[in-house]
């Protein structure tokens, strides 16, 4: 069982920057696709960014393009996603996914992750 347990959610104000953590339990954590989604009360999880087993593909939503990056460490277990130029609307629950498959790709469907984290709230107010 993939267990995901993200970290570094909080308030932050509007315009500021924001680290996402998620470690992984997972001995092949170098064979699985990684991706962060986002939900708010009543909404769907949406995509936000997702990074292949190897880190060579990466993809983002429209709406976070040129402010979020997401990067993983294949030594640590870990994948990150830096958020900067925050907006009131980044405000969501963030939750860390992964899927494994035989052929590397990051996938924008929530349906495509059978392993989730908990999830870790960020609020961007002033």
């Known amino acids: 069982q993939v267990q995901l347990v993200e970290s570094g959610g909080g308030l932050v104000q509007p315009g500021g920057s924001q680290v996402l953590s998620c470690a992984v339990n997972e001995d092949a954590f170098d064979a699985i696709d990684l991706a962060w989604f986002r939900q708010i009360p009543g909404g769907e999880r949406d995509f936000v960014s997702g990074?292949?087993?190897?880190?060579?593909?990466?993809v983002y939503a429209d709406s976070v393009k040129g402010r979020f990056t997401i990067s993983r460490d294949n030594a640590k277990n870990t994948v990150q996603l830096e958020m900067s130029a925050l907006k009131p609307e980044d405000t969501a629950v963030y939750y860390c996914?992964?899927?494994?498959?035989?052929?590397?790709?990051?996938?924008?469907?929530?349906?495509?992750?059978?392993?989730w984290g908990q999830g870790t709230q960020v609020t961007v107010s002033a």
């Open positions: 996914a992964a899927r494994s498959s035989l052929h590397p790709r990051v996938r924008q469907g929530s349906e495509h992750y059978p392993w």
């Open positions: 990074i292949t087993r190897n880190g060579d593909t990466t």
